[in-house]
């Protein structure tokens, strides 16, 4: 058989298997299957902080409970990009570089600054915050390799929420997804005079989230009845 030929026909199997993994078609705003798409529940705030969404490659996988995808469609004022070292990337270091932008890092730490007791001095610029969408472990790393980010300020903020984020155990109890946290910064800002968002676009910023975590959920118990049933019928 010619190589060529066997090649060709190895890749078809290849594609078609990967099909029947998937399964279904996607969605390429959102990223997840048609069937349990979440755009319908997205509804954009406008804000005059600009937000750029770091996803880690591992993330970018995640389409069942990323939520750094759902926090960029929520924002028009977002970008997103995804890779693990940013220090060469030409759209970050163009924002960093602008003097007309004021930028941060979502990042705790000990110099950071805590947007419940410290406010941001804009001084007229444009407020940029850097959100990192990945692991706690996975951000460490990227933040110590990104030689761009490592030199910018950070900001932070204390809370006493619980996630909601069900369908994942959390690091610690306080830890929230990335859509919930820039729910929290967002919230603060508008506290601190910097945003002007109603109150209902605040109710309404996690509705995509909720139903995700809802939609998984669903999944998972039908998935477990569907066992229990199966047992049954082996039974009887």
Same mark, same amino acid.
């Given at each position: 058989? *010619?190589? $060529?030929?066997?090649?060709?026909?190895?890749? +078809?199997?290849?594609?078609?298997?990967? !099909?029947?993994?998937? /399964?279904?078609? !996607?969605?390429?705003?959102?990223?997840?299957? =048609?069937?349990?798409?979440?755009?319908?529940?997205?509804?954009?705030?406008?804000?005059?902080?600009?937000?750029? =969404?770091?996803?880690? *490659?591992?993330?970018?996988? !995640?389409?069942?409970?990323?939520? /750094?995808?759902?926090?960029?469609?929520?924002?028009?004022? #977002?970008?997103?990009?995804? %890779? %693990?070292?940013?220090?060469?990337?030409? $759209?970050?270091?163009?924002?960093?570089?602008?003097?007309?932008?004021?930028?941060?890092?979502?990042? *705790? &730490?000990?110099?950071?600054?805590?947007?419940?007791?410290?406010?941001? %001095?804009?001084? /007229?610029?444009?407020?940029?915050?850097?959100?990192? %969408?990945?692991?706690?472990?996975?951000?460490? +790393?990227?933040?110590?390799?990104?030689?761009?980010?490592?030199?910018?300020?950070?900001? #932070?903020?204390?809370?006493? !929420?619980?996630?909601?984020?069900?369908? +994942?155990?959390?690091?610690?109890?306080?830890?929230?997804?990335? =859509?919930?946290?820039?729910?929290?910064?967002?919230?603060?800002?508008?506290?601190?005079?910097?945003? $002007?968002?109603?109150?209902?676009?605040?109710?309404?910023?996690?509705? *995509?989230?909720?139903?995700?975590?809802?939609?998984?959920? &669903?999944?998972?118990?039908?998935?477990?009845?569907?066992?229990?049933? +199966?047992?049954?019928?082996?039974? /009887?």
């Amino acid at each position: 058989m *010619p190589q $060529a030929f066997r090649y060709n026909c190895e890749k +078809k199997v290849t594609e078609k298997l990967n !099909k029947i993994i998937e /399964g279904r078609e !996607k969605c390429y705003r959102c990223y997840r299957p =048609i069937t349990s798409c979440m755009c319908r529940y997205v509804k954009p705030i406008a804000t005059q902080t600009k937000f750029v =969404i770091l996803m880690h *490659p591992k993330e970018f996988k !995640k389409t069942k409970n990323g939520t /750094g995808r759902l926090t960029h469609l929520s924002l028009p004022n #977002s970008e997103l990009y995804i %890779d %693990d070292d940013f220090s060469e990337h030409r $759209a970050i270091n163009a924002l960093i570089e602008n003097s007309d932008n004021l930028c941060y890092v979502l990042y *705790p &730490g000990k110099k950071s600054i805590n947007l419940n007791t410290q406010t941001i %001095d804009a001084q /007229g610029k444009r407020i940029v915050i850097f959100i990192i %969408d990945s692991t706690w472990a996975c951000s460490v +790393k990227m933040l110590r390799v990104s030689r761009n980010l490592q030199k910018l300020p950070k900001v #932070s903020f204390t809370h006493s !929420k619980t996630s909601q984020f069900l369908i +994942k155990e959390q690091p610690e109890a306080y830890c929230l997804s990335t =859509i919930e946290s820039t729910l929290s910064v967002l919230e603060l800002l508008h506290l601190q005079g910097l945003e $002007a968002i109603e109150k209902g676009a605040f109710d309404a910023f996690l509705n *995509p989230f909720k139903s995700m975590v809802e939609y998984q959920i &669903g999944c998972a118990l039908r998935s477990e009845e569907s066992v229990r049933f +199966k047992k049954r019928r082996e039974e /009887g």
